[in-house]
């Protein structure tokens, strides 16, 4: 069973082509225009073990809002197509992750219901051309559009680069646990019958 999807948006704001693939290694091209972002990317494909291309040109004159939300909406979509039915995954993830002073906490449930709770406190401010703002944005396009629950919770830190990295990672290690196949379930993990 392969489980990919590509997505391909255009919109006056932005034109974002991606393309996933579930069981990867984390290799793959990011190239948004937005350095941190991309870096941020990085670090989800990688320990997500997700196979990932993006590409993605926005209207940065105005900021990067538009093209960091874009792409979460098209990991989402993604995310939901390359899923199909659900069948046999684990559904649900959770992850801790420190980098240096920093720790946050992931966990997902594919739940087919989407919704992100984002428990931390970024200030403002700015990494080049990604407002910390932007991280909540992302993710909540993301778990909308993969339609999966998503609750986010920083811990401790005092360096945001690092407060968002341990963000993306538990992420990740989150994403990563909870579309992974479960050997012992041969249906949807669901009393309903669905996630969809």
């Given at each position: 069973?392969?489980?990919?999807?590509?997505?391909?948006?255009?919109?006056?704001?932005?034109?974002?082509?991606?393309?996933?693939?579930?069981?990867?290694?984390?290799?793959?091209?990011?190239?948004?225009?937005?350095?941190?972002?991309?870096?941020?990317?990085?670090?989800?494909?990688?320990?997500?073990?997700?196979?990932?291309?993006?590409?993605?040109?926005?209207?940065?004159?105005?900021?990067?809002?538009?093209?960091?939300?874009?792409?979460?909406?098209?990991?989402?979509?993604?995310?939901?197509?390359?899923?199909?039915?659900?069948?046999?995954?684990?559904?649900?993830?959770?992850?801790?992750?420190?980098?240096?002073?920093a720790r946050a906490s992931s966990a997902i449930?594919?739940?087919?219901?989407?919704?992100?709770?984002?428990?931390?406190?970024?200030?403002?401010?700015?990494?080049?051309?990604?407002?910390?703002?932007?991280?909540?944005?992302?993710?909540?396009?993301?778990?909308?559009?993969?339609?999966?629950?998503?609750?986010?919770?920083?811990?401790?830190?005092?360096?945001?680069?690092?407060?968002?990295?341990?963000?993306?990672?538990?992420?990740?290690?989150a994403l990563r646990a909870a579309v992974a196949?479960?050997?012992?379930?041969?249906g949807v993990p669901s009393t309903k019958g669905?996630?969809?």
């Amino acid at each position: 069973m392969t489980r990919t999807a590509q997505i391909d948006r255009e919109t006056g704001e932005t034109r974002v082509r991606l393309h996933l693939e579930l069981d990867g290694s984390g290799a793959g091209r990011r190239s948004t225009d937005v350095g941190f972002f991309d870096h941020m990317l990085d670090l989800l494909a990688r320990h997500g073990r997700l196979n990932l291309d993006v590409d993605a040109a926005g209207d940065l004159q105005t900021g990067a809002h538009h093209t960091v939300e874009d792409v979460g909406i098209c990991l989402g979509q993604a995310l939901d197509r390359a899923l199909g039915e659900r069948r046999g995954i684990c559904r649900y993830g959770s992850a801790t992750v420190p980098m240096d002073e920093a720790r946050a906490s992931s966990a997902i449930d594919i739940s087919g219901r989407g919704l992100l709770v984002f428990e931390a406190q970024l200030p403002a401010g700015a990494i080049g051309n990604y407002d910390h703002e932007l991280t909540e944005e992302f993710l909540r396009a993301f778990a909308a559009n993969a339609k999966l629950t998503l609750h986010v919770t920083v811990d401790a830190g005092s360096n945001v680069h690092h407060v968002i990295e341990a963000i993306f990672k538990s992420v990740a290690r989150a994403l990563r646990a909870a579309v992974a196949l479960d050997p012992t379930e041969d249906g949807v993990p669901s009393t309903k019958g669905t996630l969809t």
